[in-house]
């Protein structure tokens, strides 16, 4: 099942990443591109549609995000168990914690 980004997917999927580290569901290794965009990642204001503020997610200006989407995706699909329904999966029964 292929997920669709927008709006709302994207911030349900930060939001579950971010419960995951307040909790210390999930560590990560000491990787100073992952971890420069961690720290940089941020909400962003987004007042384009119709005069409303929409809460937009990503790295300012000149920044990049790709990893902190690509760690967002993968706690998803262990969470929802999207990836646990297919046989032979690798990371089925792994645990992130460090």
């Known amino acids: 099942m292929p997920f669709k980004f927008s709006t709302e ?15 210390g569901t999930i560590s990560v290794p000491n990787v100073p591109v992952l971890i420069g965009e961690l720290q940089a990642f941020k909400r962003l204001a987004d007042g384009r549609n119709s ?13 990049h995000d790709d990893c902190v989407i690509a760690l967002a ?26």
């Open 9 to 23: 997917s994207k911030e349900n999927i930060i939001r579950g990443l971010s419960i995951a580290f307040d909790s």
């Open 51 to 63: 005069g409303l503020f929409h809460r937009r997610y990503g790295a300012p200006t000149g920044l």
């Open 73 to 98: 995706l993968a706690w998803w699909g262990l969470k929802t168990g999207l990836w646990g329904a297919h046989k032979g999966n690798p990371w089925q029964g792994l645990s992130f914690m460090a």
